[in-house]
């Protein structure tokens, strides 16, 4: 028996066995799409290859005799921008004296700046902690080790920077 893939159109010998009556459950090997196969009767496939053919007649007869329609593009009558088309479909006004104010609202404060405030506010903090060493050690004297840490951890910054901008 000879099965054709309703998808691909791929052909298929099977043993007349192997589809009982009940039908069989049968799986394309080129596309991989199932469906559910019955016998075929040779009567039924004589009638079912004749229908087929009549039928391919029939659609290239209807092909040959319709011709095939241009469409034609529309241009439209109103641009979707102008002033008149806003103002009617959308209610939005449009005046084109306008003039934008001299003054920004936003104010920027900037990446330098940032970073020039940043470092403003280090030098500052280390100042004032300098400045009250002896006041914060005597009343905490834990934080004695916290605060050398510190100033040695920049005082090896400054070695640094120092090394690197003499080295070139």
């Given at each position: 028996m000879i099965l054709s893939c309703n998808s691909c159109e791929k052909k298929f010998v099977v043993p007349d066995q192997a589809i009982t009556s009940a039908g069989r459950i049968?799986?394309?090997g080129s596309?991989?799409?199932?469906w559910k196969q019955f016998p075929i009767n040779e009567y039924i496939k004589k009638d079912n290859i004749e229908k087929k053919?009549?039928?391919?007649?029939?659609?290239?007869?209807l092909k040959k005799n319709i011709p095939k329609k241009r469409k034609i593009k529309k241009t439209r009558e109103i641009n979707l921008y102008s002033p008149e088309?806003?103002?009617?479909?959308h209610g939005i006004s449009l005046d084109e004296n306008i003039k934008k104010p001299l003054t920004k609202d936003?104010?920027?404060f900037g990446f330098y700046n940032s970073l020039l405030l940043f470092f403003v506010f280090?030098?500052?903090?280390?100042?004032?902690?300098?400045f009250f060493q002896g006041f914060i050690i005597e009343n905490l004297p834990?934080?004695?080790f916290y605060i050398n840490y510190f100033f040695e951890s920049i005082r090896n910054m400054f070695e640094i920077w120092k090394n690197l901008i003499t080295s070139y």
């Open positions: 049968v799986q394309c596309c991989g799409s199932k053919i009549e039928i391919k007649k029939t659609t290239s007869i088309y806003l103002a009617k479909k936003k104010i920027s280090i030098i500052a903090f280390s100042k004032g902690l300098h834990i934080t004695e």
